[in-house]
């Protein structure tokens, strides 16, 4: 058992004295997911991956909603998973009314703009992902467990027990199948 795994029991039987061991222990690791996924950002976006990894810390340890961890691996997965609902929020609250809405930002002529990148629209995916996982659960949470954590085939293979050989084939076919169903086909 290691000792993430001792320090997430320790959090689950109530000792409020684990929190603050275990955030030294997976900061880093978090740190570099959430600077993987940010990467993927539109260049309007504000949220900084530090802030990101504060939120989702301070979301998967909340005690009022004491959570029983089996694995590091399920830590991570609740971790990736707490980003990915994180930054869907903000996506949609971005494109809310209030902040403006469809609105698109307009640069000043004689400003040189940087080149553009492929943004993604973190709300289609979540769509995409939510009716990915009313037809095959284990492909979703393949999806969510290798986009939004950054794991491996391996590593993602491991968390619900399938062969690195099956999670090759689900990645495949869930790439595809996110991809036609964002792009409307």
Same mark, same amino acid.
């Given at each position: ?27 880093? $690791? ?5 600077? =993987? ?38 830590? =991570?997965?609740?971790?990736? $998973? ?65 986009? =939004? ?31 036609? $169903?964002?792009?409307?086909?």
């Amino acid at each position: 058992m290691t000792d993430i795994t001792q320090i997430l029991s320790r959090i689950e039987d109530g000792d409020h004295s684990a929190t603050a061991q275990l955030l030294p222990l997976v900061y880093d $690791e978090l740190r570099k997911l959430a600077a =993987f996924r940010m990467q993927r950002e539109s260049p309007e976006h504000t949220l900084q991956a530090t802030a990101l990894v504060h939120e989702a810390y301070l979301r998967i340890v909340d005690s009022s909603h004491a959570q029983s961890w089996n694995s590091r691996g399920h830590f =991570f997965g609740a971790a990736a $998973e707490a980003m990915r609902r994180i930054m869907v929020e903000r996506a949609r609250a971005k494109q809310s009314l209030k902040a403006g809405g469809q609105r698109t930002r307009r640069e000043l002529p004689e400003i040189e703009t940087p080149p553009e990148c492929d943004a993604l629209d973190l709300i289609a995916l979540d769509e995409a992902l939510q009716k990915l996982a009313m037809k095959d659960a284990r492909k979703a949470e393949l999806v969510k467990l290798r986009f =939004f954590a950054g794991l491996t085939i391996e590593d993602a293979a491991q968390i619900p027990g399938i062969s690195t050989t099956t999670a090759d084939t689900d990645w495949a076919y869930a790439r595809c199948w996110l991809k036609l $169903e964002m792009s409307g086909q």
